[in-house]
């Protein structure tokens, strides 16, 4: 579904663009979330911002965290926000279990799958680009695992590689975070998931439950964590003052090219934007050969 633009540099368009968001929490009756945050006004301000930049993605993926207690009636009102959303773009929706959900009610309300606590887990083949959602809750807990069977399960999909090669979804990412009580609740045996991963055609992991967007690498595989739609860290304090602001909400765009994956944080707040570039701008650059446009947009001003 990538939209074609005209190519100025060395690389081609993106072969697929998912659109990753995290972290909604949302509750029954649309009770503030501590007291003070209105989820579904984020969340609707969040797919407002995604539907300003016209893409037109491959996937819509929600890594986890999608209530704050599991609650049915919370699960609807996010299906009834988000499906409208996903049918205007055109795309899939794709649902990971966080640790504030639970299995049961997420399985009867946003798949209508049966009730039970089994993982909740899936593959989508995004025409070559294979996207695994893993799930790392542990029932009655808040810190995330994958169980023996469920590592075996993902070792089996990937035993093929995919034309496009694959990328993992699930809640706890695998990364270290400066945040001290987010260690308690990290994402446990990280070191089983790097023994299924090596070697395979895993190319990024897309991960939330930190309510903040940060980077790194996994197994050698880049990871990727959107902040929350709900409310977000605020960083400018010590590590240990760190507490939530109802501010810096943002999603992320997946650009997958054949040598790389970019992963752009965008900001959700609206701000007055300056008018200079256009499709008609695009259009003049696009009728000139490429020595002219880099006399026409490249050189200095004498």
């Keep these: ?50 539907e300003r930049t016209g893409v037109r993605p491959d996937a819509i993926v929600f890594t986890g965290d999608l209530t704050d207690l599991g609650e049915p009636e919370a699960y609807a009102a996010l299906r009834a926000e988000v499906e409208p959303f996903a049918a205007r773009l055109g795309a899939p929706l794709v649902w990971v279990a966080g640790n504030h959900d639970e299995r049961p009610a997420l399985r009867a309300a946003l798949l209508g799958a049966a009730p039970t606590e089994e993982p909740v887990t899936g593959v989508w083949d995004l ?22 069977g469920q590592l075996e399960w993902l070792r ?38 790097a023994g299924v991963i090596a070697g395979t055609d895993v190319r990024a992991i897309l991960a939330g439950h930190l309510h903040y967007s940060t980077s790194g690498t996994f197994a050698g595989v880049p990871v990727s964590v959107a902040s929350a739609t709900c409310y977000t860290m605020n960083l400018q304090r010590p590590p240990a003052e760190v507490n939530g602001m ?55 001003p004498a």
């Excluded at 270290?176 to 260690?183: G, V």
């Design 1 to 50: 579904m990538v939209s074609a633009h005209p190519q100025f540099g060395q690389h081609p368009p993106a072969r697929r663009v998912i659109v990753h968001l995290s972290d909604t929490h949302l509750l029954a009756g649309n009770r503030p979330l501590g007291g003070r945050y209105d989820t579904a006004a984020n969340l609707t301000a969040t797919l407002a911002a995604v």
């Design 127 to 148: 025409d070559g680009l294979r996207l695994i959602a893993l799930d790392s809750t542990v029932p009655g807990w808040h810190h995330g695992d994958l169980d023996p």
């Design 156 to 193: 089996g999909v990937l035993a093929e590689p995919a034309p496009l090669g694959t990328i993992l979804a699930l809640h706890h990412p695998p990364l270290p975070s400066h945040i001290p009580f987010f260690d308690i609740l990290e994402l446990r045996h990280q070191d089983a998931l």
């Design 246 to 300: 109802d501010a810096g909400q943002s999603f992320h765009l997946v650009h997958v090219y054949d040598d790389t994956i970019t992963h752009a944080v965008v900001p959700v707040g609206e701000a007055e934007t300056a008018e200079f570039f256009s499709a008609e701008w695009l259009e003049r650059m696009a009728a000139l050969s490429p020595d002219e446009r880099l006399e026409a947009f490249s050189r200095k």
